[in-house]
């Protein structure tokens, strides 16, 4: 998997690179005409925001063999039963939604091997509407755990997100809190967890990618 020791993702690079060239080029021209410098300052705050989105922290997974930890950053906006289209069933669903400032590395949510992937093109809603769902592009993994159990995670396209970043591929064997994707400008991860799971976190609390557990399988 891509992005395990780098402090800035690797999709990043090219857009820090950028900002910074433009930045540099405003620097020298401003030192030359005054009038350029508070274009120059807000280049080089885009090219420190662009450089803090795409951050890359290391994070410690709970060793705890049937936790099922949060793939992303964020709020919890969402917690209750929903029918997963892909298995065919009634689960609980938990979404969480990235806003620009957090980290946008995605993680797994529990050590499984990825026994489908699906991709669905589709608009770009604001991902804290019910609509998001069914109607904004989307990509997700069908995971079955060590024990048998599967789960559904789904990165969820939002409003000014243009660009879904997932490594893995079916029949992949991934480690609970390893990263796997990321999510450009802002989206929501969907976690589709067994009903009878032992769901440990409420509407409104703010979790953290590949510690934070959302539920323990059974």
């Known amino acids: ?30 030192a030359k005409v005054v009038a350029i410098l508070p274009v120059a300052l807000l280049a080089l705050a885009v090219t420190l925001f662009i450089a803090f989105f795409f951050r890359n922290p290391r994070r410690i997974a709970p060793a705890i063999e049937n936790a099922v930890v949060a793939p992303a950053d964020g709020v919890v906006i969402y917690l209750g039963p929903s029918r997963e289209e892909h298995l065919g069933v009634e689960m609980t669903k938990v979404s969480i939604f990235m806003s620009v400032f957090n980290v946008h590395i995605n993680r797994v949510p529990l050590t499984a091997r990825v026994v489908d992937t699906f991709y ?25 755990s060590v024990s048998g159990v599967r789960l559904v995670v789904v990165q969820v396209a939002g409003l000014i997100t243009r660009r879904i970043v997932c490594y893995a591929k079916k029949g992949d064997l991934l480690e609970r809190g390893k990263r796997y994707g990321l999510i450009r400008f802002g989206s929501r991860l969907d976690v ?23 539920g323990m399988l059974q």
């Open 192 to 214: 589709y967890l067994p009903m009878d799971a032992d769901i440990k976190v409420k509407p409104g609390d703010r979790v953290v990618a590949g510690e934070t557990i959302l």
């Open 120 to 144: 669905t093109k589709g608009k770009f809603l604001d991902v804290r509407d019910e609509r998001a769902t069914f109607e904004n592009e989307q990509a997700g993994l069908i995971l079955e």
């Open 1 to 30: 998997m891509r992005n395990t020791h780098t402090p800035i993702a690797t999709e990043g690079y090219p857009f820090v690179a950028m900002a910074g060239a433009v930045t540099i080029v405003l620097g020298l021209l401003s």
